[in-house]
């Protein structure tokens, strides 16, 4: 009966739309439409004659379409008795949807699954839920196919636990069971918490995503700085070399055609990098859409599931990617538009002057000028002179308690460090320095300029390193490998180490260490603070990944570090 009924319905249906007849006509052929609905078809339709959308059968003219007063008359009558026109193809359940439970026949899509009743639910059938209070207490979830796995397999129990020990959800029975003494809360209080960690990620693959397409908009404003060099240094000196006699007519060619190819060389090289860029910006929407799907699942079993298999938020692959912005200084771009080719143009003044020595070793200065000409990202800035010059490129630094060794006490919003006598009980973690050293990293992953000041007392480390440093072991500690760099400090005594080798110097006896760093040119300085900047150690090497700002305390109980705030 049920399936007549759908044929039934069907019969009244307009099968452009799929809704329930509205002015119904019949044409020719003896199929009946809405008659706005066949109006649109034809008149918007690639063929010459109109035809039936159903038979396909062609007429030679429009025909004349009037409603049907018998077919309208029926369909009014059979509202009045409850009648609603079948459901549209789109509204059944096809392979991938979730069918509802209790539907015969054809199963339409579900549109809510119930964790208590362990059942899926179309419109029509998810209304005592909607209606009756005896359901209200009942939890409605968008469409799950994996309602089941909410189900414990040894007790038949529904899952509304979490083992933090064995990380998995259980029943209430395995928590007094197999799982008694484990570390065990509710699912949903464990969803709220790695609820927070989600969000926390997505902040971050937002923040990158800002500052991809930040860096994207100055590597457009760097080719079309660039062409605006070239073009006008190729200008000048056609002009120049116009003047010249026709000997000089060939330098000429041969100066356009380098600085062409310099040009192409440039803004190739710029192109490349900005669609890495924008490659990377497409990776991380796609994961950020990920990320707010997963968020927003409302089945906590389900939800605590994936986190498992969240793979870990990773920093940029194109390491010079993110120092872009400190690099180029987005301001410099628009005040020196031509700078880029302007030895080129002085070069070819001189020889303009010089017409004995064109021929000569002169002629080579014009080359050279060329293929040293260089795009700000390339370029090193000088090293500041001033504080405040310094302070221009100054960020804040939080110390990771994930990685605070347990004789180290952290405070201050994470900002301070001190060496104490008792152990510490922070939670196991894989990034945690063991008890060989005493010491601690950063959140933040460093690159481009930076710089920070740490306040010191005792016998203390101020130092910077790679992420992946070993946690335990002779060579985890700071400056005693080629992951990390480290100045030693004590009342005017430093040493600095790297690699497990020492160089010892002394300096004034200032408590505030200021720390230098330009990742792209390897450079790594480390200043005494006081009224006046004093240069204490500057390292000049070759940085392959991100940094982290890291302290150490290995002797006094009561030494300390602490990172600045900086205005």
Sequence with gaps: MAQKGDQDQ?????????????????????????MNCIKTYWDEGEKKLPSCPQCQRTFTQKPELVKNTMFAALLEQMKKTGFQAAPADHCYAGPEDVACDVCSGRKLKAVKSCLVCLASYCQKHLQPHRDSSTFKKHQLVDPSKNLQDNICPCHAEVRKMFCRTDQKCICYLCSVEEHKGHDTVSAAAERTERQTEVEVRRQQIQQQIQDREEDVKLLQQEVEAIDQSADKTVEDSEEMFTELISLLQKRSSEVKQQIRSQQETEVRRVRELEEKLEQEIRDLKRRDAEMKQLSDTEDNNQFLHSCQSLP???????????????????????????????????????????LQDILGDTWTNVSLAITDADVLLSQTEPEPETRAGFLKYSCEITLDPNTVSTR?????????????????SYPDHPERFSDKWSQVLSRESLTGHRYWEVETAGYVEVAVSYKNISRSGDESGVGFNDKSWTLRCHSGSYVFWYKGNQTPFSGPGSSRIGVYLDHRAGVLSFYSVSETMTLLHRVQTSFTQPLHAGAGIDYNTGDLVEFCKLK
């Design 10 to 34: 069907e019969t009244f249906s307009c099968s452009i739309c799929l809704e329930v007849l509205k002015d119904p006509v019949t044409i020719p052929c003896g199929h009946s439409y809405c």
């Design 312 to 354: 870990p938020l990773s920093e940029s692959t194109h390491s010079s990617s993110i120092s872009i912005r400190a690099l180029t200084h987005s301001s410099s771009i628009s005040i020196r538009p031509l700078s880029y080719f302007q030895d080129v143009a002085a070069a070819v003044s001189e020889v303009r002057g010089r």
């Design 408 to 424: 180290l006490l952290l405070s201050e919003q994470n900002r301070k460090v001190t060496r104490v006598d008792q152990h510490q």
